[in-house]
Structures are given as structure tokens and as C-alpha cells.
């Protein structure tokens, strides 16, 4: 039994579709079970609530196996321990009581790095790793960089106004990926009753490329001129907390981006085992060019 965190989610929704498709038996965890479509839930067995409450997980957790966690975005928590090592202490517990044998958990980039302990979201996501790998179950953290598909929260800036914008330098050279590989590497996992121990599993995407790399690729696929344009810390932290974003989360992802800026993912060494197959012209083409057409 495998037990799913965020099925609606992107990367939860396209990792249960892959386990789905292998035959495996799954077990969701869902706030409400009307968001799953009716395909999915003939499919699944249910259990309703939060992934933070301590009942919920207990019962989830009850004879599976494997679990893939994903700590859902909490733009409005107090602080980044309790967005992440918070909201996952619950789980450390119920791992242990109900002998759940394997994680795989969607992390970052970073450990070891000048950079982890004052990387915000990064640091938050390391000592979540931490936590649960502490329990004494088989632990794989993925260790992502940036994902392309953040990018879509930026469609209509894209579309109208022919620009996107980071508080990252436009020539940082950095790995990005696309949430369709890392859900494939995230079912492999799952469905692989044979590993053990901790480790992370970095998942690279299959080529550096920078915000200024990013804009020449999107004018071409989009045949329009798109470019680049950074912006200034406190002017992206403004713009979070406009948005309803509390201080400590809109200054943990300024932190982010900052080490990002400073060569967080730059870290680890590229091998074939780390590159993932979709490049970012292909994901323009395939996700963006149709979002932005729209």
C-alpha cells in the first residue's frame, strides 16, 4: 500500500496518475473527497483530511509501506518551521507507530552548501528531511531545483506584457525541472520495495540554463519577444505580502532566491543519473506556449 499526500496537487496528481497506471494500490490523503475525479476515487481508498493532524496520518499510515510526502504551500504561516517541520512532526510520529517502511519526500537543493542555513524555504525543507529520516524509516529526499512550471504564475505578465520577473540575476546559470519528471522519479521510487537507508535523490532537469537563456527560448517558442527582467529584493517581498503572504514566508522565499542567486543548486554535480529528460524548450512548447494561447 502507497500512500499519497496532495493527489490534487501537481506533483502529487501526476505521481498517483503514474502509480495508478502500474497497478499499485493507493491510499490518498485529501481534504475533501469530492476534489478527486470520479476516475481517481473508484481507484483509491480515501482518508479525508489534513496530512498535519495526527489522526489523519495515523489512520493513513495504517499498513502501507511507502509514503510520498508533500507539504503543502502555507502562505499564511507564522513561520517556515511551522510550515514545514510543523506541519510534518505528526507524521515523524505516526511513521514510527504504524511501520511505515519507506519515504519519499519532495525536498531541495542545497545541504551542505555555505547556503543551506539561511536559504529560507530550502532550510525549512532540509530540516523537515531531518526530521522525518529520524524516525528510522528507508528516506529519498528529492532535492529539487527550481520548477518550470512555476513560471505559469506568471502567464499574464507573459502574455500582456511580454516580460517575467525574479529577484534572481538574469545571467545565474542554474538546474531547473519539470514537475512531470519529478513525478516519475517520485512512482519509481514508490514502486521499488527494495531500497533502504537515507539518501537524497537529486532531480536536475537535463541542462543549466539562466533567466536570460529562459527568455530567448520562450521568444522563440512563443514567436513574440519575451525578456527578462530582475527585481529587487524588497520589491519582491512587497509584492508577496500584497498578496496576503505573512512576513516570515515572503522573507523565506527572499532568502531562497538570494542563495539560489549565490549558487545554492549549483552544488551538486551533474550526472546521467540526476538529469531528467524534459528540457525547458520542450516544456515552453508543451505547457507554456498552450497556457499563454489560452
Not at 543551506?116 to 524555504?121: E, K, N, Y
Not at 519582491?236 to 512576513?247: D, I, Y
Request: proline residues 6%.
Amino acid at each position: 500500500m502507497i500512500v499519497v499526500t496532495t493527489p490534487t496537487g501537481q506533483i502529487g496528481r501526476q505521481t498517483l496518475a503514474r502509480l495508478l497506471a502500474a497497478g499499485a494500490p493507493v491510499r490518498v490523503i485529501v481534504r475533501a473527497a469530492g476534489r478527486l475525479s470520479p476516475a481517481v476515487r473508484d481507484q483509491v481508498e480515501v482518508v479525508e483530511g489534513s496530512h498535519g493532524d495526527a489522526d489523519v496520518v495515523t489512520k493513513a499510515f495504517d499498513g502501507a509501506d511507502s509514503v510520498l510526502w508533500v507539504v503543502p504551500p502555507n502562505p499564511h504561516a507564522p513561520s517556515l518551521d511551522a510550515a514545514f517541520a510543523g506541519f510534518s512532526r505528526p507524521a515523524s510520529v505516526a511513521l514510527k507507530t504504524q511501520g511505515v517502511e519507506r519515504v519519499v519526500a519532495v525536498s531541495a537543493l542545497g545541504r551542505g552548501t555555505p547556503m543551506a542555513g539561511h536559504a529560507g524555504h530550502v532550510t525549512a525543507s532540509l530540516a523537515m528531511d531531518d526530521l522525518l529520516a529520524g524516525t528510522g524509516v528507508g528516506y529519498r529526499a528529492l532535492a529539487m531545483p527550481s520548477f518550470m512550471d512555476n513560471l505559469l504564475r506568471q502567464t499574464e505578465l507573459i502574455k500582456n506584457e511580454g516580460m517575467f520577473t525574479s529577484p534572481i540575476s538574469g545571467s545565474r546559470a542554474m538546474p531547473i525541472c519539470a514537475i512531470d519528471d519529478i513525478a516519475a522519479v517520485a512512482a519509481d521510487l514508490l514502486l521499488d520495495g527494495t531500497w533502504s537507508g537515507v539518501d537524497e535523490v537529486p532531480v536536475l532537469g537535463p541542462e543549466d540554463l539562466s533567466h536570460d537563456d529562459m527568455a530567448k527560448i520562450m521568444s522563440e517558442v512563443l514567436q513574440r519577444p519575451v525578456r527578462f527582467q530582475q527585481v529587487s529584493g524588497p520589491d519582491f517581498k512587497a509584492r508577496l505580502m500584497q498578496l496576503g503572504t505573512s512576513g516570515a514566508v515572503a522573507q523565506g522565499m527572499l532568502d531562497m532566491m538570494q542563495a539560489k542567486d549565490a549558487g545554492l543548486d549549483n552544488a551538486v554535480p551533474r550526472t546521467a543519473q540526476a538529469s531528467t529528460p524534459t528540457g525547458f524548450r520542450q516544456w515552453c512548447q508543451d505547457v507554456l506556449k498552450p497556457a499563454i494561447l489560452t
